[in-house]
């Protein structure tokens, strides 16, 4: 078959990753068109892809190249209206999580997808981690019996920079950050999140309370099958990404986490060390590279998104439920 012609919308932080990535796809893709509002940093990236050609908005793009696929990693509350653009055009993407920051919105985008035989894959990477498949593969063969208790967890290093950090583009933490954790619990449970309990703290970045954000949340959350699950996410994790999940189950238990980047530990005066991963870019860069290569095998056979748009949006409500728990304080229903 013909390489995959793709097109990168947004080369930010996870545009460049793509973009790394694509190279590595010689006869399965070939990236034909980089779309960033910023030329500079488009051109940039185009130096790194060979026979792309550079836009600086979709609307350009779509009159001057023709395209199978797209990568959209753009601010979160613009994602929606670029996905309908490219629905509308018949191209199947890939979104950045979230995909969005409005489920009903995103929920008529998926459905207008299906009848244009159009494939909208929600950008969550965990799923493509192979320690997360081979739990997901555990849990589904019974190895921990009954599941009866899920905690996820994904503590940063560094508060948001850029646009992620004003919640008016991003959503603030419970979509930036906890939507990783609500969507690993539905992923190795294979449940719905029926209502949450949410509480958020400013305990180091007092800039996010002015800005109606936080940077330590807990949230409750109680799946449609009656277990709990629980997710907390911070923004101030002094020696690295740590991120992690534990299944309890009837039968035993699980635990998803990686203590260091390269097996090594240094001991001396100073204790025992190892070189534990500081960012998300180093624990998951391996999911990263699976992602994209499942997203071309999807669009060349026609096989189903991992994380469907439906999905995505109901990760949406749990986050705007989780939210709104937070600000008032109180148990809210995921509708």
Same mark, same amino acid.
């Given at each position: 078959?013909?390489? *995959? ?79 309908? +653009? ?40 965990? &799923? ?24 996820? +967890? ?5 508060? &948001? ?69 629980? *997710? $907390?996410?911070? $923004? ?14 009837? $039968? ?5 986490? +990686? ?45 189903? &998104? ?13 986050? $705007? ?15």
């Amino acid at each position: 078959m013909d390489a *995959v012609k793709l097109a990168l919308v947004g080369v930010g932080r996870m545009g460049e990753i793509h973009a790394s990535n694509a190279i590595g796809l010689k006869g399965k893709a070939l990236v034909v068109a980089i779309v960033d509002s910023v030329i500079e940093r488009a051109e940039a990236v185009a130096k790194l892809v060979s026979d792309a050609k550079v836009y600086e908005s979709v609307d350009r793009m779509l009159m001057a190249v023709d395209v199978d696929a797209a990568i959209v990693s753009v601010p979160n509350n613009i994602q929606l209206s670029i996905v309908e +653009q490219l629905v509308d055009k018949g191209i199947h993407i890939l979104c950045e999580k979230p995909v969005g920051l409005i489920p009903e919105h995103l929920e008529e985008l998926a459905l207008k997808a299906e009848r244009k035989n159009v494939q909208i894959h929600a950008g969550y990477n965990r &799923p493509f981690d192979q320690g997360y498949e081979k739990a997901k593969n555990f849990v589904e063969s019974g190895g921990v019996g009954k599941v009866t208790y899920i905690h996820s +967890q994904t503590l940063d290093p560094e508060p &948001p920079k850029g646009w992620e950090a004003d919640p008016t583009k991003s959503g603030g933490i419970f979509f930036t950050t906890c939507v990783h954790d609500f969507q690993t619990v539905i992923y190795l449970t294979g449940r719905r999140v029926q209502k949450v309990r949410a509480t958020g703290s400013v305990y180091v970045h007092d800039d996010l309370r002015s800005r109606g954000d936080f940077d330590d949340v807990f949230v409750k959350l109680w799946l449609d099958n009656g277990v709990v699950a629980t *997710v $907390r996410a911070n $923004r101030f994790c002094s020696y690295g990404h740590d991120v992690r999940v534990e299944v309890y189950g009837t $039968r035993g238990a699980i635990r998803i986490e +990686q203590e260091s980047h390269t097996p090594i530990k240094y001991y001396g005066a100073e204790g025992v060390l190892t070189d534990y991963p500081y960012w998300f870019q180093t624990r998951f860069w391996d999911s990263y590279k699976r992602e994209l290569e499942y997203f071309i095998k999807a669009v060349s056979e026609g096989l189903r &998104p991992r994380v469907s748009a439906f999905e995505a949006a109901h990760i949406l409500r749990v986050a $705007r439920a989780a939210h709104e728990s937070a600000k008032n304080m109180s148990e809210v229903v995921v509708a």
